[in-house]
């Protein structure tokens, strides 16, 4: 497993902007496939985007797709979370995830095939 821990959370306007980041510790980061979680009071935990350990192959939910980019720098051992245009609906405590995927293309989507979490970090999006 790998440490994470995210940052970048805040409040921010409906129509706004924030980046996240989530930075791992070890020296095996790039082996890992990443994800961002997100969990509004009262609901349940949801998978908002993925990526494999490379990068270059991603996924996201329907609700965030063309507003919200998933990246990483593994040199950095970071991924980060680009989140544009923002709405009230996507206030939530947001969670960075990771899975050793030993190089796989496989984007994970499941909270279950997830073994690394982040302790969370709170987004609050105002009308």
């Known amino acids: 497993q790998v440490q994470l821990v995210e940052s970048g959370g805040g409040l921010v306007q409906a129509g706004g902007s924030l980046r996240l980041s989530c930075v791992a510790s070890?020296?095996?980061?790039?082996?890992?496939?990443m994800g961002w979680f997100r969990q509004a009071p009262g609901k349940e935990r949801e998978f908002v985007c993925g990526s494999n350990w490379s990068g270059h192959i991603t996924s996201y939910a329907d609700s965030v797709k063309g507003r919200f980019t998933i990246s990483r720098d593994n040199a950095k051992n970071t991924v980060y979370l680009q989140m544009n245009s923002l709405k009230p609906e996507d206030t939530a405590v947001y969670y960075c995830?990771?899975?050793?995927?030993?190089?796989?293309?496989?984007?994970?989507?499941?909270?279950?095939?997830?073994?690394?979490w982040g302790q969370g970090t709170q987004v609050t999006v105002s009308s």
């Open positions: 070890g020296r095996t980061f790039s082996r890992y496939a």
């Open positions: 995830a990771g899975a050793l995927s030993y190089y796989s293309d496989y984007v994970r989507k499941i909270i279950g095939e997830y073994d690394s």
